[in-house]
């Protein structure tokens, strides 16, 4: 059974930083894309970043490019957002998810599994 686990949410002041975990299991997690996405109550879930499964390609929405960094540690099954120089229309519900094949790594319905998400709140 493929687990998606996300944590590191909160709540934080604009300009502040927050780091995103996203721990899978069940799943050969080194032959993954894995991606973040985010999603605000009545509006489409929107793409974030991708690592690939090598860890050495990386795409960005770019809205976040130069703020948020994406990385992956395949010996701990873990991706990682470090999200800095937050903004208020950063707040959202972030989710993990994994992909086997990257090549419309910004459509949601390419992913085969999803985390639950973590709250993430920037207050002006």
């Known amino acids: 059974q493929v687990q998606l686990v996300e944590s590191g949410g909160g709540t934080v002041q604009a300009g502040g930083s927050l780091r995103l975990s996203c721990a899978a299991s069940?799943?050969?997690?080194?032959?993954?894309?894995m991606g973040w996405f985010r999603q605000v109550p009545g509006k489409e879930r929107e793409f974030v970043a991708l690592i690939r499964w090598g860890g050495g390609d990386t795409a960005y929405a770019h809205s976040v490019k130069g703020r948020f960094t994406i990385s992956r540690d395949n010996a701990k099954n873990t991706v990682y957002l470090q999200m800095n120089t937050l903004k208020p229309e950063d707040t959202a519900i972030y989710y993990c998810?994994?992909?086997?094949?990257?090549?419309?790594?910004?459509?949601?319905?390419?992913?085969?599994?999803w985390g639950k998400g973590t709250l993430v709140t920037v207050s002006s």
């Open positions: 069940g799943l050969t997690f080194s032959t993954y894309g």
């Open positions: 998810a994994a992909i086997s094949d990257g090549t419309f790594y910004y459509r949601p319905n390419e992913y085969a599994y």
